[in-house]
Every structure is written in C-alpha cells, then in structure tokens.
C-alpha cells in the first residue's frame, strides 16, 4: 500500500467491507484484508486473514507467502 494514512485505511476497510459481503469466498479479499491489518500492525491479525485465504484456496502461493510473513513479524 503506498499510502497508509488514516484515511485511506478507512477507505481500504470499507470497500473490503462491500468485497466480503459480495462473495466473502474470494482468497483475494482475505489476503486484501490481512495486507490492511499488517499495514496498521496487526500481524498476528493479518496472518488469520492470509489461513482464511489458504483454507479457500490451497494453491493460493501469495497467500501462503504473505502467511509466512505475517508469521514471522507476530512473534
């Protein structure tokens, strides 16, 4: 994210928000999701979002990297 003011995070949720409530079985929405959190700190939150997106899609490599790393920050 290139701009993580305040502002554009609450933007980012709220359309996240709309994305979920579409089709809340898109991997691309959790990984979304947990790219938000860790923007604002939130690993351990973030690496919940990125198990949601592994758990729908197992192949989702993406998925699975940003997993890793939200792991590695939330210890």
Same mark, same amino acid.
């Given at each position: 994210?290139?701009?993580?003011?305040?502002? &554009?995070?609450?933007?980012? &949720? %709220?359309l996240?928000? &709309?994305?979920?409530? /579409?089709?809340?079985?898109?991997?691309?929405?959790h990984?979304?999701?947990?790219? /938000?959190?860790?923007? =604002? #700190?939130?690993?351990? =939150? !973030? !690496?919940?979002?990125?198990? &949601?997106?592994? !758990?729908?899609?197992?192949?989702?490599?993406? %998925? #699975?990297?940003?997993?890793? #790393?939200?792991? =590695?920050? !939330?210890?």
């Amino acid at each position: 994210m290139k701009d993580s003011s305040a502002g &554009r995070l609450v933007r980012a &949720r %709220a359309l996240l928000d &709309r994305a979920l409530a /579409i089709d809340p079985r898109l991997p691309s929405t959790h990984v979304a999701s947990g790219v /938000i959190r860790a923007t =604002g #700190w939130d690993y351990r =939150g !973030a !690496a919940e979002d990125f198990r &949601r997106a592994v !758990a729908v899609d197992p192949r989702d490599f993406g %998925a #699975w990297d940003f997993l890793c #790393w939200a792991l =590695g920050y !939330a210890t």
